[in-house]
C-alpha cells in the first residue's frame, strides 16, 4: 500500500501559483470554495460569487482603514473563474486585514445589472466590515469611493476557547422568550456598567435576567448594520437605523455593539456574551433580517449585492419587461431574492456560521413570508430555503420562529410552509388585547387562543408550541402604553404622527398619557398583571419584550426605530423603585408558575382526558359551572380548569382559572371535588405581596364560590386534602 500524506489546508486550496516566487502577496489559482475569505497558516482564499460580472478586482489593505490598498489584484477570468465563482489565493495576507472588490460587467439596467467598477464593495460571506472612512452618501453618487468606502477584514474564527459550550437545546414547550436590543439594554448612564450599549455589557446584566426567570433572549438585529445613518435631525435630535433591520452583513456581529476598535475581535465579544448567557441557561435567539437589504431601491447605495449580483440577489421589474427597478414586499425598498439558488446558500451558510461558529441556539425571521416567494415573487407551496432550513441536519436542532406576514400583504399565520416552524401569532395578541381591555363576545376565541389556537394548528398536525404567544413586541406600544393611550404618539419620529399603526386595541383605564390619579395608576398596574398571567397560563411559547415587567414606557410613540436616546433605552432607576420592584416579583413568579405548571403546556393538544378525582384536562366555564356562554353578545366573563392528567404524578397538580374583565366584582362558582382542596395562587387585584403567592403562603378557599373584582383574574391551585 502507498502511504500518502493529507495536504494542509492550504494545499487543499491555494492551486497553482501564477505569480513567480517572491511576488509581493503572490497569488494562486485558489479556490472556489468555501465562499467568502478563509484564513490558513500561509494565507487567505478569497471566493466571489457573481453570474453576470465580466472582471473582478480584489483590494488588499494592510489595514482595514487604509485609504489605499497595498495591492490591486486584477482576478483571470480563465485560472481565477470556476462557473460563476471568482477566487483566488493570496499568499502573505493574515487575520486583521482588509480587503474589497470591484465588479465591472454590463451596464445595463434595464436588464438588471447594476455593475460599477468605480464602487468599491464589501464581500457578502465577510465576518467583520470597518466603516472607518465610510461614507453613505458617496456610495449613493456616481464616482470613485475608494476613500469613503467599507472594507471587509479577513477574520480566522478558529482562535477562541468556548470551554466546552454548546447550544442548550431547550425544549419549545419549556421556553420564554425576552425579545431586546442589545444597544439599548444598557446604554442609559442608569446601567452603572463598564461597557453600556455593548455585548460585553449585557454580560454584566444576566443576573437581573436570571433573576426575571426568561429562558432565551431574542435579540433585534445584531448583524452588522450601519450606525451612521441619520435618517433626518427633528427638533435637535438625530434619528437613526436604532432598530438595525437593515443589514450589511449575514456573518458579521454589528460592530456597534463591540468595544474593541479592532474589527477582527468583534466576533469574540459576541462569543463571549453567548457564552455568559449560556452558562446561565438562557438561549440566544437572533433576529435576522433577510427579507431584504440595507442598499434600498435605485437610489439607494451600492455596497455588496447590487454591485457583485444584482440580477441574482434581488426581485426585480419595470415596464415592458425590463428590470430596472425592485420589487418592495419588504416596505424598506428591495426584496431579496430568498429561493435563487445563490440567494439561498446565502442564507444557509449565514444560519450555520451563527449555529456552529457563534453556538446561538435559535432565528426569529422578520418579514418571514418573504422566504416563502418563488424567483416570480409568488408564493411557494414547498419553498426551498424553508425547507432547507427545516431539514437540514445542523439547523434542524435550532429553534426557528418566523414573523410570517409581509408588508405586500401575504398573511400566512397558522399556513407557514414547513412542520416545525413557530410563528408570531398575531392573532393572539389582537384577541388577548381585545379582552383585556373589555371587548365583549369573544369568549371563545379567547379560549381557543390561551389553548394553543388549535383553529390556527392542529389541523395541520402542528402543535401548541408552533404558536408564539406575545401580546407586544418591539414594534408598537409597551406592555405599560397598552393601559395608558388610546392613541399613538409618534410626534418625535419627525413624521407628524402619521407613521406607525393606528389600531392599537388600547385602553387608556379612563385618562390619557401619564397621570398622578392613584385609582387610575393602580387600575393600570392591575392591567399589566392580567396580561402578565393570561400570557403565562397560555399553551404556546410566551414572548414579552424587555422592560415591560416593569412598566417601561415609551411614551406612548408606537414606533421607535429611531430613537437611539432615552425613549428606547432602559432606566436602571426606575427599575430600582418600589413600583418596579413589585411589578418585577409578579413577572417572575408567574413564569415561575408557569414552570410549576409546567404539565398543562407540554406542547400537546387536549384530548379530553381525566383525572382520578374526575377533573378533564379542560373544562370550560363562565361565572357557573359548565356554563361558559359562548354565544353571549355581552360576556366578558370566563373560567377554566386545567386537570392533571399526567400518568407519573398523584394528579394533584390542577388549576382554576377565573377571568373577569367586566368593570365590577362577580361571584364565580368553583368546582368542588372530593379529596382536593383550592388555594389561591393569583389574585391581581390584590395590593402586593398578596397578588400572587408562593406555595406555602396560599390562602385556603373554603367556600365554593369567589367573588373575583372587576378587571383581574385569579387563579386556584389544588392539593390534596389528605
Request: proline share 5%; aromatic share 12%.
Amino acid at each position: 500500500m502507498v502511504q500518502t500524506s493529507i495536504p494542509s489546508k492550504t494545499e487543499q486550496l491555494r492551486g497553482n501559483p501564477l505569480e513567480p516566487a517572491g511576488t509581493p502577496y503572490r497569488r494562486y489559482k485558489g479556490s472556489p470554495h468555501p465562499f467568502g475569505s478563509t484564513v490558513t497558516n500561509d494565507g487567505v482564499n478569497f471566493a466571489l460569487y457573481s453570474s453576470s460580472a465580466t472582471k473582478v478586482q480584489l483590494l488588499i489593505f494592510n489595514k482595514p482603514n487604509d485609504v489605499e490598498p497595498s495591492r490591486v489584484i486584477d482576478l483571470d477570468q480563465g485560472a481565477n473563474k470556476s462557473f460563476n465563482i471568482w477566487h483566488t489565493f493570496i499568499d502573505g495576507v493574515k487575520a486583521g486585514m482588509g480587503y474589497a472588490y470591484r465588479v465591472d460587467g454590463p451596464r445595463e439596467t434595464r436588464n438588471g445589472h447594476r455593475f460599477d467598477p468605480e464602487k468599491v464593495l464589501i464581500d457578502p460571506y465577510s465576518k467583520g466590515n470597518c466603516f472607518d472612512l465610510w461614507d453613505r452618501g458617496a456610495a449613493c453618487v456616481p464616482g470613485d469611493n475608494l476613500q469613503k468606502s467599507m472594507r471587509s477584514v479577513v477574520i480566522d474564527t478558529t482562535n477562541y476557547d468556548w470551554e466546552g459550550d454548546q447550544p442548550l437545546k431547550r425544549p419549545m414547550a419549556e421556553t420564554i422568550v425576552y425579545e431586546m436590543h442589545v444597544g439599548g439594554f444598557t446604554k442609559s448612564p442608569t446601567s452603572g456598567v463598564e461597557c453600556p450599549g455593548t455585548y460585553l455589557g449585557l454580560i454584566e446584566k444576566i443576573p437581573y435576567l436570571k433573576e426575571l426567570g426568561i429562558t432565551a433572549v431574542e435579540l433585534l438585529p445584531v448583524c452588522s448594520f450601519d450606525h451612521t445613518d441619520v435618517t433626518k435631525i427633528h427638533e435637535g435630535r438625530k434619528l437613526v437605523n436604532y432598530w438595525g433591520y437593515s443589514t450589511m452583513g449575514y456573518f458579521a456581529p454589528h460592530q456597534g455593539y463591540c468595544v474593541n476598535t479592532d474589527t477582527s475581535k468583534h466576533i469574540n465579544e459576541f462569543r463571549d456574551m453567548v457564552k455568559a448567557l449560556h452558562k446561565a441557561g438562557i438561549e440566544v435567539i437572533l433576529d435576522v433580517v433577510y427579507n431584504h437589504t440595507d442598499e434600498g431601491n435605485h437610489q439607494g447605495p451600492t455596497f455588496s449585492f447590487k454591485g457583485i449580483d444584482n440580477s441574482s440577489y434581488y426581485y426585480l421589474t419595470g415596464s415592458d419587461g425590463s428590470r430596472e427597478f425592485y420589487y418592495d414586499y419588504t416596505g424598506c425598498g428591495n426584496t431579496f431574492n430568498c429561493n435563487h439558488p445563490v440567494g439561498e446558500k446565502l442564507i444557509i451558510d449565514s444560519l450555520r456560521f451563527w449555529v456552529e461558529e457563534m453556538h446561538v441556539d435559535g432565528f426569529r425571521f422578520d418579514e418571514g413570508s418573504v422566504l416563502s416567494r418563488g424567483e416570480d415573487g409568488a408564493p411557494m407551496e414547498h419553498p426551498p430555503v424553508v425547507w432547507s432550513i427545516e431539514l437540514d441536519d445542523l439547523l434542524g436542532q435550532s429553534k426557528v420562529i418566523a414573523e410570517a406576514w409581509d408588508a405586500a400583504g401575504l398573511y400566512q399565520i397558522g399556513s407557514f410552509p414547513g412542520a416545525r416552524w413557530a410563528e408570531w401569532n398575531g392573532k393572539y395578541r389582537d384577541c388577548i388585547r381585545n379582552f383585556i381591555k373589555g371587548e365583549p363576545g369573544i369568549i371563545g376565541e379567547v379560549a381557543g387562543r390561551i389553548t394553543g389556537s388549535a383553529d390556527l394548528y392542529q389541523g395541520r398536525h402542528h402543535e401548541p408550541t408552533n404558536s408564539v404567544n406575545f401580546v407586544t413586541a418591539h414594534d408598537g406600544f409597551t406592555l405599560y402604553d397598552l393601559t395608558a393611550y388610546n392613541e399613538k404618539n409618534n410626534w418625535a419620529n419627525g413624521e407628524g404622527s402619521n407613521d406607525g399603526i393606528d389600531d392599537n386595541c388600547s385602553w387608556n383605564c379612563g385618562i390619557e398619557g401619564e397621570t398622578d390619579d392613584q385609582w387610575v395608576n393602580d387600575l393600570r398596574k392591575r392591567q399589566v398583571k392580567n396580561f402578565a398571567t393570561i400570557h403565562m397560563l397560555s399553551m404556546g411559547v410566551p414572548m414579552m419584550v424587555a422592560g415591560d415587567e416593569f412598566m417601561r414606557s415609551q411614551g406612548g410613540n408606537n414606533n421607535t426605530y429611531c430613537h437611539d436616546n432615552e425613549i428606547n433605552w432602559f432606566d436602571w432607576n426606575k427599575i430600582a423603585s418600589p413600583e418596579s420592584k413589585e411589578m418585577i416579583r409578579f413577572w417572575s413568579m408567574i413564569m415561575e408558575k408557569r414552570k410549576s405548571y409546567i404539565d398543562h403546556f407540554k406542547g400537546r393538544y387536549f384530548t379530553g382526558a381525566c383525572n382520578k378525582f374526575g377533573l378533564y384536562d379542560v373544562s370550560w366555564h363562565g361565572t357557573q359551572l359548565n356554563k361558559p356562554g359562548w354565544n353571549d353578545p355581552e360576556a366578558r366573563c370566563l373560567a377554566m380548569t386545567l386537570g392533571d392528567t399526567a400518568e407519573d404524578t398523584d394528579q394533584t397538580a390542577n388549576i382554576h382559572v377565573m377571568f373577569n374583565m367586566y368593570w365590577e366584582g362577580i361571584e364565580f362558582q368553583i368546582p368542588q371535588t372530593s379529596g382536593l382542596k383550592w388555594h389561591r395562587a393569583i389574585d391581581t387585584s390584590l395590593p402586593s405581596p398578596d397578588d400572587i403567592c408562593p406555595r406555602d403562603q396560599q390562602v385556603a378557599i373554603d367556600d365554593s364560590s369567589y367573588v373575583v373584582t372587576g378587571r383581574s383574574i385569579v387563579v386556584l391551585s389544588s392539593r390534596a386534602t389528605s
